[in-house]
């Protein structure tokens, strides 16, 4: 039972992410022109003492009890999304490993607000890892009308923020993830094709700065073969259960696990 | 990287499990003597559009929130335990096939606060698949004096509601798991031999009502050679994120997930 029900896991992953395994390849590579070729890119991710720091907006934050947020690996400081559900895999399966896990994304945060509190919320925290999961506040601010944004925007406040961040901590292993959206809730037309762009600039920064890259957009393009959009993302932003389940199993992957 | 990720899963959690299996394999082969051996006790336990229902005490509750108890595949309502991790596991993995899954733990509850409340909180709610995990109240609130309990009155009152329910529900599929405890925090050394008298009940019942069988001490007894117990549950009884994800994992394995 135990190799049916394992081979059964596999071949669903597998049938998930079959598209999307090329850009994970890809950013494992290091193609892309790297600017930045000096800084580590291979061997394993997460290694024995680590502190892993998750960082980002609403999808990251999934919730979370921000008054314990210095506590590693609380139950309540990491929420309720993606984050928690690598956390507590890895909390497992590398049980005794002596991880430290933390959450900071906070809700409706775009990149230029994550710049606002990096020193605290990032650099003090001299992370091993960092995850970063950015961009969809970028677009859907400007799209209705609370913040001025713009790609190039996006792309410039980004790439500030990694190079603050390698200076700062030039052994830091990045994790880029993909933005991405589900059609169907608060997404419309109206973000495509411009959406695609955030996307495309969050590859493009994984490339430069040779991190690993979690494609979340091509993962929930197969998902919703299986199930309509809304079982992944009500509103087409925020993952559910199911939706958090599947990033944290596209993450782990991505970082080896 | 994919095929050595599973293969590093499924020796992990092969070596976790390898005392346990054989208890498990035991409960599945409907070994044990049963007394009511026309219930069903073959084929997939989950199946497609089945209602599944949690129950038991505060490591089943986890925190649940009871406003949302209602509604099913609700987040807040499936509390931050082992029912949460294997909740977005099966709603990712089974997206398609309209699961609606219910926690209904309560904190503190014994077996005869189960039956208290047991139309209400199940009965009534028709479940397909009923899993049960009770008893180390009524162990624990007797060595602190708080109850009048025995091992035999565990078992009474455990075959009075497993009765009671498949009558009601003839059709039902039961999970019971058993108790569990490690050694640290609130449990000492006058916890035993009379804990492993609970435990063998719930086993016993499992036999009795051609159940599936969870065996969580056998689990946790292989956890604790990984890392300390208090990594797995602080006080010894309530699971940490790690312990509730390594609960999730057996669970859906017995589960043949």
Redesign the interface.
């Known amino acids: 039972?135990?190799?049916?029900?394992?081979t059964s896991?596999?071949s669903?992953?597998?049938s998930l992410t079959a598209t999307t395994?090329g850009g994970t390849a890809l950013a494992l590579s290091g193609c892309g022109g790297s600017s930045r070729g000096s800084r580590p890119k291979k061997g394993p991710v997460i290694q024995k003492g680590g502190t892993i720091l998750f960082q980002g907006d609403s999808i990251t934050d999934a919730g979370r009890d921000r008054r314990s947020e210095g506590n590693a690996?609380s139950?309540n400081a990491?929420g309720?999304g993606y984050v928690?559900?690598i956390?507590?895999?890895l909390?497992?399966?590398k049980?005794?490993d002596e991880l430290k896990i933390y959450n900071r994304g906070i809700s409706g945060n775009k990149v230029f607000q994550l710049a606002d509190r990096w020193d605290k919320d990032c650099l003090d925290i001299k992370p091993d890892v960092l995850s970063i999961l950015i961009g969809v506040n970028d677009i859907w601010h400007s799209l209705n009308g609370n913040y001025n944004g713009t790609v190039a925007k996006y792309e410039e406040d980004y790439r500030a923020l990694l190079k603050r961040t390698v200076k700062a901590l030039p052994n830091v292993k990045l994790v880029i993830c993909e933005p991405f959206v589900l059609r169907c809730g608060a997404v419309n037309d109206k973000w495509f094709p411009e959406f695609d762009q955030y996307r495309a600039v969050a590859k493009k920064m994984s490339a430069e700065f040779n991190s690993l890259f979690v494609p979340f957009q091509g993962m929930f393009d197969d998902?919703v073969k299986?199930?309509p959009p809304a079982?992944?993302a009500g509103d087409g932003v925020h993952p559910?259960?199911?939706?958090?389940?599947?990033m944290g199993?596209e993450w782990?992957?991505v970082a080896?696990?």
Chains 1, 2 share one sequence.
Do not use: C, D, P
């Open positions: 039972m135990q190799v049916t029900s394992l896991r596999r669903f992953i597998r395994l690996n139950t990491l309720k928690y559900s956390a507590t895999q909390l497992a399966e049980a005794g998902a299986k199930a079982h992944w559910s259960m199911a939706g958090a389940y599947l199993q782990l992957k080896g696990i």
